[in-house]
């Protein structure tokens, strides 16, 4: 995208002859402003092109930090119960498998 605009900016710079001699004609500096006037609203649609994207790039970045927070915060509140009922199935598991075994093994 910059190469881009540097390029078109290169290309219409090189368009542009540069006035050797005074410019005392009222014609010549009205055209001079009009093109002033054409190159400051290109430049002032590209800074709100880019003003418009570094916004958009803030609300992302918020966003995803505050999903990053809020899943962190969410899995401190809510695993903790979980973990501690697997824990208790799982210590269930063990236990009913230790209390079928045999004590000894009998003809030994």
């Known amino acids: 995208m910059r ?3 540097i390029k078109n900016y290169m290309a219409k710079k090189e368009e542009t002859p540069i006035a050797s001699e005074p410019l005392d004609d009222h014609a010549a500096l009205k055209a001079l402003l009009e093109k002033n006037i054409e190159l400051s609203e290109e430049i002032l649609a590209k800074v709100k092109y880019v003003k418009r994207y570094i916004f958009w790039k803030r609300v992302m970045s918020v966003i995803f930090w505050l999903f ?8 401190i509140f809510y695993l903790p119960p ?3 009922q697997l824990q208790g199935q799982i210590q269930s598991m ?11 093994i009998p003809g030994l």
């Open 94 to 104: 063990i236990s009913g498998a230790t209390s079928g075994l045999p004590a000894g």
């Open 82 to 84: 979980l973990i501690a």
């Open 68 to 75: 990053i927070i809020l899943s962190t915060v969410a899995s």
């Open 3 to 5: 190469l881009a605009l």
